[in-house]
């Protein structure tokens, strides 16, 4: 029944590894997203597709990669992991990239060490 | 200057209280306003889209002011469920929808 779902929920690793956050929405929505939420909570945008098209790619370093196999999926993938890296990662879905009401995901706590 | 600013807080009130947060935005292009809800440790979530001629529902009133590029919420009889952080979410179109984030304001509502 979980309309947007991620996983992990929690991912530990150490400095220089390369892990990847899957997402999958079965609510039938054109658009997701990945966004960051850091220590200060602030949490910022990363990526938006729209049926599997890359729409939006806000200031991120180039080790963050997203892919879209279908437009009910979006994964995150991220290479060279540093310290920096560590915050939660929220995968959202809308209707289409003009829609008002975004659904998240529960979020993926990633921890660089 | 942040493109939209909220006060942290947090406000501490008793129950059935009212309280009034404030959001201010920069991009005078914005379209679309929301407030969202995110309890600790859990994703956010849409509490109210904001319009022009203000809209209520139930105990939350919000409100937009585009002349002064500023939103507002009020909750009114505050119950110890609605202890969260409130997130001003707006919405800037340039050939693709933007979604910018508030830092959100913490409440806590207490018995």
Redesign the interface.
């Known amino acids: 029944d979980t309309a947007v779902s991620q996983t992990p929920k929690y991912l530990v690793t150490q400095m220089g590894n390369d892990k990847s956050i899957k997402c999958e929405q079965n609510l039938g929505h054109d658009t997701m ?1 990945w ?1 960051k939420q850091d220590s ?6 990363m990526f ?1 597709y ?1 049926n599997k098209e890359l ?2 790619n806000e200031t991120v370093p180039n080790r963050f990669s997203p892919k879209s196999p279908d437009k009910a999926h979006l994964n995150l993938h991220i290479n060279s992991l540093e310290l920096g890296d560590s915050a939660v990662y ?1 995968c959202a879905s809308s209707q289409d ?2 829609s ?3 659904y ?4 993926t706590r990633l921890t660089v060490t | 200057r942040k493109e939209v600013e909220q006060d942290p807080g947090p406000f501490n009130v008793p129950e059935g209280a009212t309280v009034a947060f404030n959001c201010t935005y920069s991009n005078s292009a914005s379209q679309s306003f929301f407030w969202y809800r995110q309890d600790c440790r859990k994703e956010p979530k849409l509490l109210m889209s904001v319009y022009s001629s203000g809209n209520e529902d139930g105990r939350f009133t919000a409100q937009l002011n585009r002349a002064s590029q500023y939103i507002s919420l009020l909750i009114r009889d505050s119950k110890l469920s609605d202890s969260a952080t409130y997130l001003c979410v707006v919405m800037v179109g340039t050939g693709g929808f933007k979604t910018i984030f508030g830092a959100g304001t913490r409440l806590f509502v207490k018995a």
């Open positions: 997203y966004y200060k909570k602030f949490l910022k945008i938006s729209n729409i939006i929220f990239d003009v008002y009401e975004q998240f995901g529960p979020g």
